[in-house]
Every structure is written in C-alpha cells, then in structure tokens.
C-alpha cells in the first residue's frame, strides 16, 4: 500500500518545523509550542466530533497528563521529557478506560455533561490537595531528553523539537487509526448506531475505544504543556479550559488530522495578537471569529482548505 | 433441503397488543418466503425477533441447529443473518460507496465473530463494487447516501445487508416508497442478486403481484398469528387471506406506519 499523502505532508511539515527551530524568534517558538501542545488535545476532540459526541470535560485528561508528568519528574526521579510524556498518557489511558466503561453508554448533552462532572471532581481533588500545592499547583522542570541532560539553549530546543515530534507522531498514528476500518466506525455510529449493531459491530466497545484515544492524546498535549510551561495547577480541569478545546475543535473541523493542529494555531494567533491590541475585549474579538466559523463555515477553518483546492470536503463536521 | 432457520413458538406483547401468538416458521435452506399480511399484523416483530432486535417473551428460535434466541443484533448479523429495513437505515452523510464499505469493513477487520462462510469474495473494495454493479449503483459511488431519492435508499439499504454475503436474508419492504414501475426493476436485480449468493430470504410485501412473481411460499400474518402457509395459488386462494390481508369487502390498505 502506497503512504497517504496526509502522512507525507506531516513529516514534512514537521521536518520543516525541526529545521525552523534554531533560527525562528522566541514569541516563535513559544507559539509553536503552545500551539501543538494544545493541538494534540484538539486532535483528541476530533476523534470524540467525528464518533458524533462532544466533550465539556476533557479537561480531565488534559490535566492529568500534566500531573503525571510533573509528579513523574519531580516524585519520582523522572525528569526526562520522554517519560513525562508517557506518563501523561499512561494516566490518561488507565483513568479513561474504566470511566468509558459508564461514559460509552451516554450520548449528546448527556456525555458533554457527564465528561464535565468528572473534570470537576478532579478540580475539587486537586484544590483540596496541600500535597500537590492546592490551587497554586507546583513547577516541573524537564532535564533531559531520553537521557541526554539539555539546559539553556539546548533545552529550548529541546523541548521544541520533543513537542514538535510528538505532536506529528500523534497526528500520523491517529490519521491511520482513522482510516482503517476500525476507525470509519466513529461516522458510521454518528450517523445511525443501530446501523453498525446490525453490520455486525460493537458501538459500545467503538466509543469505548474512541474515548480512550482521546484522552491518551489529551494527556499527551497536557503532559506537552507541562513541559512547555514548566507549572501546572487545577484550572488545566477546570471548565473553561475544557470549553476551550471545544471551542478549537469547532473552528478547526474534523476533516483532516491537519484541522485541529492548525485551527489550534489560528487559535493562539488570534487570541495573542486580540490580547495584545485590546486586553480588554479579546475574548469578543474570539467569540466574533467563532460566530463567522459557525455562520460561513460550518465544516471548519479545514473546510476553507478543502473548498481552496476544489475539493468537496472530505469528513463532515462534528454536527 | 435442510432447515436453516427453525422458529418455534413465539410469542410478543405489547401491553394489550398481541404482536406474535404461536409463531412456528421452519424455512428451508434456499427458500424464498414472502411474508403478508395487514398493517400491524406482526411481520416486522417477527424479523425484530429473528434478529435480536425483540426478544420473544416465549419460544425459540434455532438457526443452522443453533439457538439464537435473545442474542444482541450484533451476534446474530456475525453468524449471517441479515436484513433490511422498512425504513431505510442509512449512514446519510457518508457516499454510496461508503455505505457498503462499512459492513464490508467490519468483516475484513473482525473476523472473530464472524461465520467462515460471511468471508469475503476478494479484497474489501472488490466486494463494494461488485454489489454496487449488481445494483445498477456504480454510477452512483460518490453520491452522499442522504441525498438519494427514495427508491434508491431502499436499494441501497438491501445492498448494506447483503454485501457481507449473509446465509440468510431478511427485507422489511424492499418496495416500500419505491413507484409502481420501477417495483420489478428492483426486485429482479434483488433477486438476481440472492440467486447468485444462493441465500436464503424472506421478505415483507405488501403488493400481492410482486410476491408471487418471486416466492415459493408465503406466510400470511393476521394478528400476530400465522393465519395460511404454503405455496402462494394456495394461499392467495385462502379465504380468511382474502378477507383479512388482502382485504377482499374493504377498502385498500392506506398509509401504512413505520
Ligand atoms: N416496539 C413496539 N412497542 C409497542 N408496540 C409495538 C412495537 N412494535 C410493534 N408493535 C405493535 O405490534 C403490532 C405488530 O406490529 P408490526 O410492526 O410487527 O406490524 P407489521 O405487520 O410489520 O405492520 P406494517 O405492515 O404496518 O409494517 C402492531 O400493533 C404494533 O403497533
Ligand atoms: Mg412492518
């Protein structure tokens, strides 16, 4: 079988950003960072959009990768980025296995609202936490990559080129997941469940499946940002950060494993630049972008892609 | 012929509605049944039965030897029973082709559950263009499912269940909603369809001229009851058939619900 061009554009995408990396400004660098940190996230709520389901919790999993990731390095002697990363999504995974088991049962507002109680649970843990520093959280400070300790200019790098990496990864894994038969399941079940019981498939054990992902990807970005940032505290579960990932979701569009990554950039961008000319109307200035994205482009910033090049936009939208 | 689906004292209510009372169908391997009968009379509970969607509150129901009784939908379709729907029941926003890649889909990457003989003729992709040539559809692959008109959504909801080669087939009114002439033009590429698979079919009708240009045998519900069984000149001819589902004195069925 030949490899998807969505697979070869991502490797150059990010063999670019590689090659960027030294030379790009530190606003740059940071932009990227955040932007991919969070796309990652983003990505996890498109495989959620694409099975028909919203989430206005996954905060939760975002924030526990971040936790992961700090108690990994500062608890318990792991301060390399790799083994943030994957314990990040380790407690991602591990936490979204059993509750999918109840979540996979519900749908619509139900599922949106469900996913949002247990994010609070967790904000209410944490802020009771004197342990963990309560609402202020506590710093993390990555040292090494696989083993190779990096500081100063090698861990700006460093931790550039780590988010960039992974975040391509993310994206190529979950672009092939999504084109197997497995992964074509998420529409079929968005658009007609007792369809997909009667071809002879599970929905339960899909939108198990499905939801697991996206909290692996979510603790991912979360563990990412961790690393970025170098602080974490509860409001990464708090809900306006999970409205925020929806938010993103819906301006970018389920099209393309492309869509949340970008649309996660303009989002930055956007929001950045609002702050920069009027602190203090930015959230308008974004709440305005969403209106036109909603109004003009129900498929997302991505359908405005898929529109450019002529072509009939390949995914729908969450709907 | 040996009896490949053997239904055995069924029985459904609904509150004060008797849906099923008795029910004893045995169909032989490569038979096609048509199943009639009046608005509300039990033929779609009995298909809802057979495949899981309903369990019988009483009897069993034995395919190829085995019980099936009260397994999920899911398990049954695995061992190759497959239908079809009253109301098409479509993956709207996805193409034609799309459709049928689905089932074909589950099959290719689930082998487990599946009976050996639902393997696939072919790659994935072959077995999607073959039916949809079958169907007079090629023409139609990119087409978004939601936006076909609806003789074509009947027929491409039949193709859904057969295009994983089931053992059994069964359709809820493939001509329902589908204009008068176009009717046998349907049916004569179904059946062109099952004669090549050699499945086994029962089908729901309702118009009296297409059941038995195509059946050997028809089951005639009334009331949740099996009221005749047996080849269609005889069964045509019953007179509680005339007078309760072909409905001889009364007025031609109307509107029928979902
Ligand atoms: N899920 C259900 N809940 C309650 N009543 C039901 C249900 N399914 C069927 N019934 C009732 O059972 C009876 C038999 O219905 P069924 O759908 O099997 O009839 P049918 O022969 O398929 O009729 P039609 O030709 O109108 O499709 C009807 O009175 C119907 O209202
Ligand atoms: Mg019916």
Redesign the interface.
Known sequence: MSVHRTSVALVAAAGALLALGPVIPNWAVSLVNVSLGIGVVVLGMMVLMRTGLVSFGHGLYYCLGAYAAGLASNRFGAPDMLAMVAGGALAALLVSAVLGLLLAKYREIFFAMLSLAFSMILYGLLVKSADLGSTDGFNVHAKSIAGFAVEGDAHRLGVYSVIVITAALCALLLDAYLR???G??A??I???E?????????VFATVHLNYVISAVLAGVGGALMAIHIGHIDPEMTYWPQSGEFVFIGILSGTGSVFAPLLGSVVFETVRSYAYEKSPDTWQMVLGVTMLMVIVFLPGGLWSLASRLRGRPDSA?TG? | MAVILDARGLEKRFGAVTAASNINVSVEQGAIVGLIGSNGAGKTTFLNMV?GYLRPDAGSILFDGRDITGQ???RI??QGI??SFQIP??????SVA?NL???V??????GR??AASNALDGT?EQAVSRMLEQFGLAGLRHRQAGLLPEGTRKLLDIA?AMV?RPRVLLLDEPTSGVSADEKFALMDMVMAAVRAMQVTVLFVEHDMEVVERYVQRILAFYEGRIIADGPPAEVLRDVEVRRFVIGEQDPPAGDRHA
């Open positions: 197997s038969h497995r074509r399941l529409e079929a968005r658009d007609n007792l369809r997909v019981e009667y071809m002879g498939a599970s729908r709907g | 495949t999920k939908p899911r379709t695995q497959c239908r029941q479509l993956y709207n926003s996805m799309e890649m689905v089932g889909g589950i099959v290719a990457s689930g559950g599946w994935p859904m994983v």
